[in-house]
């Protein structure tokens, strides 16, 4: 069902950046304000959430009724046949909601080119503004639900860790134990895999998003593990670094560094704080443990739908957070041509602080 409630708030952000509705496409805002659930495809579906109108969608009939048991009125209900196409569906709903006379909130991260012209073509001087400011805003602040969905994502994710660990070995490739936790985190009760999970050694490791080769694992080697899933909607989204047999002192130096920093992330969180204020208290641990130019990326990201999102834990983000912000805090080194360590926590902003999600032992493990 359309969630009045925030349907309601939606509709003040709208009023506060003066625009006329909001256009979404398949993904998470539509899932949040609607429950719909469906497909970026060569079909497209459009969810129009007017300023002083009822909710309206442009939807193939072989969906149509996810938008029958979303609350939308049947007459505002465009469908269509492959066989008619799209076009006319469209240009109903544009002369319905008068777009022509809009100042049209459309998801720049999310709609695509397609959606962009179809909508343009059928409302000639129709404006469009960036929807995120105002969709932003009323994801930003989780509810309860939310934050209990993505506590089960964490518990998903944390058990399937922990018997993950015994099986690795000396000699399997970074592909065989990406594959072997995927399997555990469905086994486990995920609806489905947050991103592919991240395994990557030694040399390796230095690049953050490294995709899982055929390198096998070797004595010496840090092993970076980041890795996630899907529950009830909500992602959990974590990293942790292992020893692979015994590692040199540099390797357990840039470890303890990026654990401390991981610590002071968190200790800097809270509803009087900014993403700033959490990048500088980790970064300035691993500046001056002498690798400031190692830690290349921001220090977090806001969770929540997306895997990605506000708020970001980075230099120029003043604003503050609220109670109910839930971010990541992931500081980490990258040695060239040597290792790599992350630490990553997913964090609930509360009245008086902060709560890590996360409890996966943060000391460092030895595999192998």
């Known amino acids: 069902m359309i969630n009045h409630d925030r349907l309601e708030r939606l509709r003040a952000e709208m009023r506060a950046h003066n625009i006329n509705g909001l256009a979404l496409v398949p993904g998470p805002n539509m899932e949040y304000m609607s429950h719909i659930h469906s497909h970026l495809s060569e079909r497209p579906i459009v969810l129009f959430l007017p300023l002083e109108d009822e909710p309206s969608i442009v939807i193939p009939n072989l969906e149509a009724m996810k938008a029958d048991a979303a609350g939308i009125p049947l007459d505002r209900i465009h469908g269509w046949s492959d066989d008619e196409g799209y076009m006319n569906a469209f240009m109903q709903a544009a002369q319905q909601l008068k777009l022509s006379n809009y100042n049209l909130g459309v998801e720049a991260l999310h709609m695509r080119v397609l959606e962009l012209n179809i909508l343009q073509k059928c409302a000639p001087g129709m404006k469009t503004s ?30 399937a860790m922990e018997q993950l660990l015994p099986e690795i070995k000396i000699g399997q490739t970074e592909k065989e134990i990406a594959a072997r936790l995927t399997q555990l985190l469905m086994d486990g009760g995920a609806d489905s895999i947050a991103f592919g999970p991240i395994v ?15 390198r096998p694992l070797q004595e010496g080697d840090l092993l970076i593990i980041d890795w996630g899933c899907y529950v009830d909607g909500y992602p959990s989204d974590i990293t942790r670094t292992f020893a692979v047999g015994d590692i040199d002192e540099e390797a357990k130096r840039i470890y303890n560094a990026v654990k401390i920093a991981n610590e002071q992330g968190k200790l800097a969180s809270g509803p009087n704080s900014s993403g700033q204020d ?16 190692f830690f290349i990326h921001r220090t977090g990201h806001g969770l929540g739908l997306e895997v990605h999102e506000p708020p970001f834990m980075m230099e120029g983000n003043e604003v503050i957070m609220d109670p109910g912000n839930v971010i990541t805090v992931e500081p980490g080194i990258y040695l060239p041509g040597k290792n790599g360590v992350r630490i990553e926590d997913d964090v609930v902003i509360t009245e008086d602080g902060y709560r890590s999600m996360t409890t996966f032992p943060r000391e460092l493990i030895t595999v192998g």
Do not use: C, F
Not at 278 to 293: P, T
């Open 130 to 159: 960036h929807a995120e400011p105002v969709l932003s805003a009323l994801r930003l602040i989780k509810d309860a639900e939310e934050i209990a969905a993505m506590e089960r994502a964490i518990d998903v994710a944390q058990k």
């Open 278 to 293: 959490v990048d500088r208290a980790s970064r300035e641990v691993i500046e001056e443990a002498g690798y400031g130019e």
């Open 200 to 214: 990557s050694a030694g040399p390796n490791g230095a690049s953050p998003h490294a995709v899982p080769t055929e």
